[in-house]
C-alpha cells in the first residue's frame, strides 16, 4: 500500500522556523517528484513546492519563495519542508503528497496529485 | 497562473438526485499534442486529504464509484454525481496541471438536503 507520513508540524512563534518530514512507504520513492501542498483552516489547497525525483529541480509558490526549502533523502524515502521567517498566514495543514505521472498512447500525458499524506498542521500564533 | 474558478460554492441536494459542479480555468488546459485537458476532480471529506477522482477531466480513477463523471473541454468543466449517495458529502476541488504553480479551485461543498 502506497503510504506518506508527515510530521513535524507544531506550534511556532511568527518569524520562527520548523522542518517538516514525511516518510514514504509501498512505491519506489526515488522515481517519484514530490510536493507539499497546504491548506488554511477552513479555506482551500494551495500548492506550495515540489521537488523532482533526484532533487535536480525545485520551484515554489511566490507566498513561500526565500523562506521555504524542499529537500529530499532518496536513500531514507524522506521528503523535508524547512520552513523559516514563520508567518501567521503560513498556519495550515502541510500535505506531502506523490506526482504520479499519466501515459497516452506510451507518451507522457500530464502528472497528477496522488495520493496525499494525512498531513501535519503548522500555527503560526505568538 | 491560471486561476480555476468553481461555482457554486456550496450546493445542497437530496439522496438520489443528482448534484453539477463548474469549474472555469482562466485559460485552456487542452494539451494539443493529445488532445488531453489537463484538469483534475479531488473529493475531500471532514478531516481527511483530498482524494484524487477524475483525471484528464474525464478519465475516473480506479475504485471511484461510476456515479462520478467529468466532462468539458478547453477551460469549461463540469463534475456530475449521479444518484447522491451520503458517503459523498464532502468538498470538492478542481484543479488544473496544465502549468506550474498547478492551481485549484475554491472548492464546492455539497451537502444533504
Known amino acids: 500500500e502506497v503510504q506518506l507520513v508527515e510530521s513535524g508540524g507544531g506550534l511556532v512563534k511568527p518569524g520562527g522556523s520548523l522542518r517538516l518530514s514525511c516518510v514514504a512507504s509501498?512505491?519506489?520513492?526515488?522515481?517519484?517528484?514530490m510536493n507539499w501542498v497546504r491548506q488554511a483552516p477552513g479555506k482551500g489547497l494551495e500548492w506550495v513546492s515540489y521537488?523532482?525525483?533526484?532533487?535536480?529541480?525545485?520551484d515554489y509558490a511566490d507566498s513561500v519563495k526565500g523562506r521555504f526549502t524542499i529537500s529530499r533523502d532518496n536513500a531514507k524515502k524522506s521528503l523535508y519542508l524547512q520552513m523559516n521567517n514563520l508567518k501567521a498566514e503560513d498556519t495550515a495543514v502541510y500535505y506531502c503528497?506523490?506526482?504520479?505521472?499519466?501515459?497516452?498512447?506510451?507518451?507522457?500525458?500530464?502528472?497528477?496529485?496522488?495520493?496525499w499524506g494525512q498531513g501535519t498542521l503548522v500555527t503560526v500564533s505568538s | 497562473d491560471i486561476v480555476m474558478t468553481q461555482s457554486p460554492e456550496s450546493l445542497a441536494v437530496s439522496l438520489g438526485e443528482r448534484a453539477t459542479i463548474n469549474c472555469k480555468s482562466s485559460?485552456?488546459?487542452?494539451?494539443?499534442?493529445?488532445?488531453?485537458?489537463?484538469l483534475a476532480w479531488f473529493q475531500q471529506k471532514p478531516g481527511q486529504p483530498p482524494k484524487l477522482l477524475i483525471y484528464?477531466?474525464?478519465a475516473r480513477e480506479s475504485g471511484v464509484p461510476e456515479r462520478f463523471s467529468g466532462s468539458g473541454s478547453g477551460t469549461d468543466f463540469t463534475l456530475t454525481i449521479n444518484s447522491l449517495q451520503a458517503e459523498d458529502v464532502a468538498v470538492y476541488y478542481c484543479?488544473?496541471?496544465?502549468?506550474?504553480?498547478?492551481?485549484f479551485g475554491q472548492g464546492t461543498k455539497v451537502e444533504l438536503k
Open positions: 484528464w477531466a474525464s
Open positions: 485559460q485552456s488546459v487542452l494539451y494539443s499534442s493529445n488532445s488531453k485537458n489537463f
Open positions: 521537488i523532482s525525483s533526484t532533487a535536480t529541480y525545485v
Open positions: 484543479q488544473q496541471y496544465y502549468s506550474t504553480p498547478q492551481t
Open positions: 503528497v506523490r506526482e504520479r505521472i499519466l501515459w497516452f498512447e506510451d507518451l507522457l500525458s500530464g502528472a497528477v496529485f496522488d495520493p
Open positions: 509501498g512505491f519506489t520513492f526515488s522515481n517519484y517528484t
